[in-house]
């Protein structure tokens, strides 16, 4: 009888809306569901993986001009896939980065007066929308306190490119690719496998919405009317923030179509900023901070303080 192993990170991947591309889907798909059918034992040929393998990296602060000063920039990995909470997978095929993390490894960042810009170095293609949203407009808001510089290394796709958007400035190579500004989502279906071994559910509930996106029952049109309001809603949002974040009109994003650019096309299409290698971004933006850090700091610590109070009460 067909039995669904590791629920957890199954209502991960299925039955919710995804900020990722198809090709990131169709890779998560294909790694979980024979784990999740029992079809293969993850434990049988691979060692669990420990947090330091799986989860999100550390930030890597890098010191500017004169070392008396300790003026730094902080350098923040957002690398695979996007999840809303740090925590574990077994024989991981991705890195693994949780926007909770993120926000945290940020916060530090905003609150230490010694550093004067932050950097996102990015090479993802998504993940879940919960959360997402969230740590976007988190981003948003803090950049008024410090600038929050992204650099595309070398994708940045739809969660990913979310934050991207949020950030002061998106610094793009000639072949990295931003965009896929747009929602998927699958639905398990598992009633077939049920009939072929012989077996029929029965499933009793009470409220009509109880058992939608149950993989032990056919989906219902009405299951799927619900489906589609709940995915325009997300794509909705989505569109919406990128528009607010970008300066972007609703035409404009809603053309993309959620596509993929890269280089000059991005930038042409208001997706990116401005041209530079990963290395080149940084040194440009190392050298920026450098500059700025020898102007008058007077009042600087103060002002800090109270814009990192403020957005810790409005997010």
Do not use: W
Request: hydrophobic share 40%; with cysteine.
């Amino acid at each position: 009888m067909p039995n669904i192993n590791y629920p957890r990170i199954a209502e991960m991947a299925f039955n919710t809306p995804l900020l990722c591309t198809a090709h990131l889907s169709n890779i998560i798909e294909s790694f979980i569901a024979p784990r999740l059918l029992g079809h293969i034992n993850a434990q049988s040929n691979n060692a669990v993986l420990s947090d330091a393998q799986i989860s999100a990296k550390e930030s890597m602060p890098i010191p500017l001009g004169d070392p008396e000063k300790g003026d730094h920039i902080v350098v923040l990995p957002v690398h695979g896939i996007l999840i809303p909470r740090r925590g574990s997978i077994t024989d991981s095929c991705e890195e693994v980065m949780s926007y909770e993390f993120l926000r945290t490894q940020m916060q530090k960042a905003l609150n230490d007066d010694s550093v004067l810009e932050i950097v996102l170095d990015i090479n993802s293609g998504g993940g879940t929308a919960q959360a997402a949203f969230e740590c976007a407009e988190f981003i948003y808001q803090a950049r008024s306190i410090k600038p929050i510089r992204a650099i595309i290394n070398f994708n940045a796709y739809s969660g990913a490119y979310l934050i991207a958007a949020a950030c002061t400035e998106i610094i793009i190579s000639d072949t990295a690719g931003v965009g896929s500004v747009g929602v998927y989502q699958k639905r398990l279906d598992m009633t077939k496998a049920y009939a072929d071994a012989g077996y029929k559910m029965h499933t009793f509930h009470r409220g009509a919405t109880k058992v939608y996106f149950h993989p032990d029952v056919e989906m219902s049109e009405e299951e799927r009317a619900h489906t589609e309001k709940n995915i325009e809603k997300t794509y909705q949002k989505f569109v919406g923030a990128i528009v607010k974040y970008r300066d972007m009109s609703l035409e404009q994003v809603l053309a993309t179509e959620a596509d993929t650019y890269e280089g000059q096309a991005a930038i042409d299409l208001k997706l990116a900023d401005r041209l530079a290698t990963p290395q080149d971004a940084i040194n440009q933006i190392a050298q920026g901070a450098v500059q700025r850090s020898s102007a008058p700091t007077i009042g600087r610590s103060i002002k800090a303080q109270a814009a990192a109070i403020a957005l810790t009460q409005n997010i």
